[in-house]
């Protein structure tokens, strides 16, 4: 859950940080990978709460250990369809402003940044309740559940950007072989079915190796059309 969550954030960074420098050129594939971050987010919590918060709750006997997650969730929520809102009612590329996401990211930020540490704290705490005999059963569900709730969501899409937000690197790459895959799968995933929309992937963290590189709006020249000067 930890991966899944730090891809999202990774996500949500480099939108935030190109987004304002993006080019008219380069809109259209942005909104792109906007969406399909969104996209991420929305099957990730629609999946946790459907499917993998019922299951492990029947399995440690408790109906209220993700009380205060659904709360969390509904306190993004709302921002995060006017994210979507945004980007899904354009007129035409061109008339996407950075600037304009941005304040509609910051108003989501708070309790996003929150939840999505937060939780990792409420499922490790369960190591500490009286039901943690059950805790070996519940492990199986999350692994069961994170193997499949990312493909599920967008082989095209949706797996890219997480593979592609996913740095190897983290924690002195002791996770390199995240999720486990047989590596010329995992180069499928990137390289092939990423490219249906390969324009997308530019706006990436990471390499197709998993490396972090430098942000791609960041690294481009600077014009008047980003709103910087010449």
């Given at each position: 859950m930890?991966?899944?969550?730090n891809?999202?954030?990774?996500?949500?960074?480099?939108?935030?940080?190109?987004?304002?420098?993006?080019?008219?050129e380069?809109?259209?594939?942005?909104i792109?990978?906007?969406?399909?971050?969104?996209?991420?987010?929305?099957?990730?919590?629609d999946?946790?709460?459907?499917?993998?918060?019922?299951?492990?709750?029947?399995?440690?006997?408790?109906?209220?250990?993700?009380?205060?997650?659904?709360?969390?969730?509904?306190?993004?929520l709302?921002?995060?369809?006017?994210?979507?809102?945004?980007?899904?009612?354009?007129?035409?590329?061109y008339?996407?402003?950075?600037?304009?996401?941005?304040?509609i990211?910051d108003?989501?930020q708070?309790?996003?940044?929150?939840?999505?540490?937060?939780?990792?704290?409420?499922?490790?705490?369960?190591?500490?309740?009286?039901?943690?005999?059950?805790?070996?059963?519940?492990?199986?569900?999350?692994k069961?559940?994170?193997?499949?709730?990312?493909?599920?969501?967008?082989?095209?899409?949706v797996?890219p950007?997480?593979l592609?937000?996913?740095?190897v690197t983290?924690?002195e790459?002791m996770?390199t072989?995240?999720p486990?895959?047989?590596?010329?799968?995992?180069w499928?995933?990137?390289?092939?079915?990423?490219a249906?929309?390969?324009?997308?992937w530019k706006?990436?963290?990471?390499?197709?190796?998993?490396?972090?590189?430098?942000?791609?709006?960041?690294?481009?020249?600077?014009?008047?059309?980003?709103?910087?000067?010449?």
């Amino acid at each position: 859950m930890a991966h899944i969550h730090n891809a999202i954030l990774r996500g949500y960074n480099s939108i935030y940080l190109q987004a304002p420098l993006i080019s008219h050129e380069d809109k259209n594939d942005f909104i792109g990978y906007c969406t399909a971050w969104f996209k991420f987010v929305k099957s990730h919590h629609d999946d946790e709460e459907a499917e993998l918060f019922p299951k492990i709750e029947e399995v440690m006997g408790r109906n209220d250990l993700f009380a205060e997650t659904h709360k969390e969730h509904e306190s993004f929520l709302a921002g995060l369809a006017r994210f979507n809102e945004y980007l899904t009612t354009l007129g035409e590329p061109y008339d996407f402003d950075g600037k304009e996401l941005l304040k509609i990211m910051d108003s989501f930020q708070g309790p996003f940044n929150h939840h999505f540490h937060h939780e990792i704290e409420t499922i490790a705490s369960f190591s500490f309740l009286p039901e943690a005999k059950k805790a070996e059963e519940a492990a199986a569900i999350f692994k069961a559940w994170g193997k499949k709730t990312v493909t599920k969501a967008g082989t095209t899409d949706v797996v890219p950007f997480f593979l592609l937000n996913l740095d190897v690197t983290y924690e002195e790459g002791m996770w390199t072989s995240w999720p486990p895959m047989p590596v010329p799968i995992r180069w499928g995933l990137v390289n092939i079915a990423g490219a249906y929309h390969w324009a997308w992937w530019k706006f990436a963290s990471c390499d197709a190796s998993g490396k972090p590189r430098e942000l791609w709006a960041l690294a481009q020249p600077q014009r008047p059309e980003n709103g910087a000067t010449s």
